[in-house]
Nanobody, 121 residues
């Protein structure tokens, strides 16, 4: 019923930039918290950025000052601007959201399908 779809992944050289986007669709009343996670090959999934309802943000230390998360409440979208990319940023990036559905009284957590980001050295 509720679906998150990421876009914007691809192959980029070290030092380059990419902008990821994610759109939520379906029976949505509101999105509370948006987050981006990534999973490198052979590694655990980690949260890299989060933006709360009041637009305050938090970042994983390794991406701080390089990545920027932002949200558009009118479009139910979130973006991740990634600058100064490094090979260690390579992985599958997933968007994640806490969403209140229409006619619901509780928030539910949803995941996108993931988009591949590859940074070459």
């Amino acid at each position: 019923q509720v679906h998150l779809v990421e876009s914007g992944g691809g192959l980029v050289q070290a030092g380059g930039s990419l902008r990821l986007s994610c759109e939520a669709s379906g029976s949505i009343w509101s999105v509370a918290t948006w987050a981006w996670y990534r999973q490198a090959p052979g590694a655990q999934r980690e949260r890299v950025a989060v933006v709360f309802s009041d637009s305050r943000t938090s970042y994983e230390l390794s991406v701080k000052d390089r990545f920027t998360i932002s949200r558009d409440n009118s479009k139910n979208t979130v973006s991740l601007q990634m600058n100064g990319l490094k090979p260690e940023d390579t992985g599958v990036y997933y968007c994640n959201a806490d969403i209140l559905r229409r006619r619901s009284t509780f928030q539910e957590n949803f995941w996108g399908q993931g988009t591949q980001v590859t940074v070459s050295s």
